[in-house]
Nanobody, 126 residues
Framework: QVHLVESGGRAVESGGSLRLSCAAS????????VSWFRQAPGKEREFVSG???????IYANAVKGRFTITRDRAENTVYLQMDRLKPDDTATYYC????????????????????WGQGTQVTVSN
């Protein structure tokens, strides 16, 4: 069992930055495949970014070049640094994890992840 807790979401102006955190308990996060998803009001949940052991991070096209996903083993936390935020980034952001390796073709598939956090709200205003 893996318990995930997201934090760091808040309201910010367009062009600003935020760093989201996904803290894991009961399992070493460096052994997990961890991804961020987001869901805007009235829209389906979508993949944002993922990080896996011994693999390069993957980003959705919408955030590539603006968001950076990292892993801190000492803090047992995955971070999502979000820069140059836009109003379209407004959503609830969810952290998801799998104890099994997630292959490239499945990294954006929600059913590939057994563990989910409760979400953290990000609101970007004009």
């Amino acid at each position: 069992q893996v318990h995930l807790v997201e934090s760091g979401g808040r309201a910010v102006e367009s062009g600003g930055s935020l760093r989201l955190s996904c803290a894991a308990s009961d399992r070493t996060i460096s052994s997990l495949s961890v991804s961020w998803f987001r869901q805007a009001p009235g829209k389906e949940r979508e993949f944002v970014s993922g990080i896996r052991p011994f693999a390069s991070p993957i980003y959705a096209n919408a955030v590539k070049g603006r968001f950076t996903i990292t892993r801190d083993r000492a803090e047992n936390t995955v971070y999502l640094q979000m820069d140059r935020l836009k109003p379209d980034d407004t959503a609830t952001y969810y952290c998801a994890a799998s104890s099994s390796r997630v292959i490239n073709s499945n990294i954006g598939t929600q059913s590939a992840y057994a563990y989910w956090g409760q979400g953290t709200q990000v609101t970007v205003s004009n």
